[in-house]
């Protein structure tokens, strides 16, 4: 059903917003590569936009010859597929030189059009900020842009093995926080953080929590989910979803698991680990780290590495899990957390970012501080061991869930715009005096 947002008292209606998704695209199956949270993110917003009468143009990066230039996803979202250096083997840290190529195509498609065809530019990420920032100045529209992920936040939070963010990504933001109109922070703690640790003005950052597609991600029964995956009925299991790479810490879940069997060796013959996602991130460097850890800790045979699914399939792997796990050492917001309770799937997570925000503690899961596997295998055993515990969690997950919607967060998100504008705006009037 479409909606017309109400008359605001100094932004006009948006009609038409230009998404910057640079390094990944919304089309992307996540789970794998680059892939992950911010595709869901930026489809579903584009998605719930266009049902309230925005057209939202979304701008990424081709990675193949054969993608279409222009591809409408849905009715009222087209995402194009900009020509910006070669099609395949460049990483995340290789795009920076790239950056103007794809500026420059950008500005082509604007080109085309009469003067004043956007309205707004939504940046994700800061290599999509870098152009946000250009073509904000040239087309004279205000720049709305979301981190996603921060280098000053994961440098302080760096995993065994993983690698510091360089400084030219940690200057690349400085420049997009001190650029924009409005930041979009996905929470209070990544408000904070954007204050604090880069100095952005409080009146210039908005808190949006990102939603949950709840017509997908709904309780749908343990035992039919298990029927439909071919899992026994009577099983542990305790699932890991999402990008196989350090910051993500699959293997916390692993090294718990081993703990919770040298515990109790009789859990073995009900257990199994699903670990649903590909590598990505410095974990492309060792794909097969991840299997080489199962085996040296002798959990082959509990272990099951499953490719990237879609996400009605992910449903039911979430619905048929005991509990997922999500032990990241940093997270902007936790998408996997909010989704795996929509089924009514309790959580077992890290206190870290937007987990804390994500799941509420010994309501909708347990959150862990630190990153050692024996206080996740002692998590796991309160949930695994007393079953009323977990149903009162089950209840309290689908419960924590409902708050967030992604038709709740493209309200809050047109909002955020219109304060975009009335930034600019202002800047503007300052300027003229």
């Given at each position: 059903m479409s909606h017309v947002p109400a008359p605001h008292a100094t932004a006009p209606f948006l009609g038409r917003v230009a998404m910057i998704s640079l390094h990944t695209s919304p089309l992307d199956q996540p789970g794998t590569g680059d892939a992950g949270g911010m595709n869901v993110y930026v489809?579903?917003?584009?998605?719930?936009?266009?049902?309230?009468?925005?057209?939202?143009?979304?701008?990424?990066?081709?990675?193949?010859?054969?993608?279409?230039?222009?591809?409408?996803?849905?009715?009222?979202?087209?995402?194009h597929h900009v020509h910006a250096g070669p099609f395949d083997g460049l990483r995340k840290e290789d795009l920076p030189p790239q950056l103007c190529a794809f500026a420059r195509e950008v500005l082509r498609a604007e080109a085309g059009h009469e003067q004043g065809w956007y309205d707004l530019v939504h940046s994700h990420y800061w290599l999509s900020g870098?152009?946000?920032?250009?073509?904000?100045?040239?087309?004279?529209?205000?720049?709305?842009?979301?981190?996603?992920?921060?280098a000053k936040v994961k440098n302080e939070m760096l995993a065994e093995g993983d690698t510091p963010e360089p400084m030219t990504r940690v200057i690349g933001e400085e420049q997009v926080v001190e650029a924009a109109d409005m930041l979009v922070a996905n929470t209070d703690i990544e408000a904070k953080q954007l204050?604090?640790?880069?100095d952005a003005d409080p009146t210039r950052v908005e808190v949006v929590?990102?939603?949950?597609?709840?017509?997908?991600?709904?309780?749908?029964?343990?035992?039919?989910?298990?029927?439909?995956?071919?899992?026994?009925?009577?099983?542990?299991?305790?699932?890991?979803?999402?990008r196989i790479q350090p910051l993500k810490a699959p293997d916390?879940?692993?090294?718990?698991?081993?703990?919770?069997?040298?515990?109790?060796?009789?859990?073995?013959?009900?257990?199994?680990?699903?670990?649903?996602?590909?590598?990505?991130?410095?974990?492309?460097?060792?794909?097969?780290s991840l299997a080489q850890l199962a085996t040296s800790l002798g959990l082959d045979d509990v272990v099951r590495f499953v490719p990237p699914v879609a996400q009605s399939d992910l449903a039911d792997w979430y619905s048929a899990a005991t509990l997922v796990c999500?032990?990241?050492?940093?997270?902007?917001?936790?998408?996997?957390?909010?989704?795996?309770?929509?089924?009514?799937?309790?959580?077992?997570?890290?206190?870290?970012?937007g987990l804390t925000t994500a799941v509420e503690h010994g309501r909708s899961g347990l959150l862990v501080e630190g990153h050692d596997p024996a206080d996740y295998a002692r998590a796991f055993e309160r949930i695994l061991h007393r079953p009323a515990f977990r149903e009162e969690l089950s209840a309290g997950a689908v419960l924590q869930a409902s708050h967030f919607s992604w038709e709740a967060t493209a309200e809050a998100m047109l909002e955020a715009y219109r304060r975009a504008q009335s930034a600019m705006r202002s800047d503007r009037e300052g300027m003229a005096r």
């Open positions: 489809l579903e917003l584009a998605k719930r936009l266009a049902a309230r009468d925005v057209e939202v143009e979304v701008f990424t990066r081709a990675t193949s010859s054969q993608l279409p230039p222009v591809v409408e996803a849905v009715p009222g979202v087209h995402v870098q152009v946000g920032a250009l073509v904000r100045d040239r087309w004279s529209v205000p720049l709305a842009h979301s981190m996603h992920t921060m204050i604090n640790l880069y929590h990102p939603g949950v597609d709840l017509s997908v991600f709904r309780p749908g029964g343990l035992v039919a989910a298990r029927t439909r995956l071919g899992l026994p009925r009577d099983a542990h299991v305790l699932m890991f979803a999402g916390v879940l692993l090294r718990a698991v081993a703990v919770l069997l040298e515990r109790d060796p009789s859990l073995r013959g009900r257990l199994v680990v699903p670990v649903v996602g590909g590598p990505s991130g410095t974990g492309l460097e060792h794909p097969e999500v032990p990241s050492y940093n997270e902007s917001f936790g998408l996997v957390a909010v989704e795996a309770q929509a089924t009514g799937t309790p959580v077992v997570a890290a206190a870290v970012g």
